[in-house]
T-cell receptor, first 111, second 117 residues
């Protein structure tokens, strides 16, 4: 069973702090990795994708990938209350277009 | 770019009726479209994968005769919930896969909230 694991949270951080969200995956053949944000009652929206080891930065967001450890993370700098949402990690092994989603981590940014 | 629309955004129907939900990729041609279902406070559940001109591939446990999927073009897929019952009430979300170079990315529609009375 190919799995993607996330801590369900909630992860609570004060406004302005760095939020660190983590995800591990079981399929070593995974090639593409995605972070989606989902507000309550809404559909997921893509934040970032990452394909190679290392860091990828986009504004306040940094995705980190370590294929050897089968680990991908998302850092949110200067967290804002508007960042409060559930963050979904998704993985694709390149064999099909199907993604395996984690169950999500709920983030609460406290004002 | 990469906008996906869904229609309707919400629907209320009586038990036993059928409901059709449309998913369109507005500014790109989708290699593949996906249908998900999400119950309150639960994670996304993939129902089926849909490719233009071919039969959908359903996930284990999803009744293909109940959830009919038609993928008419590279920009349109429809999900029909046949003979809906209250337990089918859920948030149905489609996504469309856009291929850029050698990588593909799923973009989600806004979802359709179905309530069956």
């Amino acid at each position: 069973q190919k799995e993607v694991e996330q801590n369900s949270g909630p992860l609570s951080v004060p406004e302005g702090a760095i939020a660190s969200l983590n995800c591990t995956y079981s399929d070593r053949g995974s090639q593409s990795f995605f972070w989606y944000r989902q507000y309550s009652g809404k559909s997921p929206e893509l934040i970032m994708s990452i394909y190679s080891n290392g860091d990828k930065e986009d504004g306040r967001f940094t995705a980190q990938l370590n294929k050897a450890s089968q680990y991908v993370s998302l850092l949110i700098r200067d967290s804002q209350p508007s960042d409060s949402a559930t963050y979904l990690c998704a993985v694709n092994n390149g064999g099909t277009y199907k993604y395996i989603f984690g169950t999500g981590t709920r983030l609460k940014v406290l004002a | 770019g990469a906008v996906v629309s869904q229609h309707p955004s919400w629907v209320i129907c009586k038990s036993g009726t059928s409901v059709k939900i449309e998913c369109r990729s507005l500014d790109f041609q989708a290699t593949t479209m996906f249908w998900y279902r999400q119950f309150p406070k639960q994670s996304l559940m993939l129902m089926a994968t849909s490719n233009e001109g071919s039969k959908a591939t359903y996930e284990q446990g999803v009744e293909k005769d109940k959830f009919l999927i038609n993928h008419a073009s590279l920009t349109l897929s429809t999900l029909t919930v046949t003979s809906a019952h209250p337990e089918d009430s859920s948030f149905y979300i489609c996504s469309a896969s856009r291929l850029a170079g050698s990588t593909d990315t799923q973009y989600f529609g806004p979802g359709t909230r179905l309530t069956v009375l």
